[in-house]
């Protein structure tokens, strides 16, 4: 049985950070490119962040230099980074794994940026 839980979100002040962690299992991990994906309250899901099973990142403009997006393929976990966040961070957070074959989404788990 595959599960992504996804871990570490909660509600943190404007320019505040926040780790959040996605843990895998029944996957072969280092087979999947791993995202994180967020949605708003009466938005589209949209992509956040990705990263190959080498290493190579991708990220939202929205995002950049802010956000930080790595994996462990030895403990088959995936994380984001989220560095001076602001209000309109707020959203759920997915995290999904990617391969050729299917993907596989994780629960998500609520990001609120607020004063």
């Known amino acids: 049985q595959v599960q992504l839980v996804e871990s570490g979100g909660g509600e943190v002040q404007p320019g505040g950070s926040l780790r959040l962690s996605c843990a895998a299992s029944g996957i072969t991990f280092s087979d999947y490119t791993m995202a994180w994906y967020r949605q708003a309250p009466g938005k589209q899901r949209e992509l956040v962040a990705t990263i190959t099973s080498g290493g190579i990142t991708n990220y939202a403009d929205s995002v950049k230099c802010r956000f930080t997006i790595s994996r462990n393929n030895g403990k088959n976990t995936a994380a984001l980074q989220m560095n001076s966040l602001k209000p309109e961070d707020t959203a759920v957070y997915y995290c999904?794994?990617?391969?050729?074959?299917?993907?596989?989404w994780g629960q998500g788990t609520q990001v609120t940026v607020s004063s």
């Open positions: 999904k794994s990617t391969s050729l074959v299917r993907d596989y």
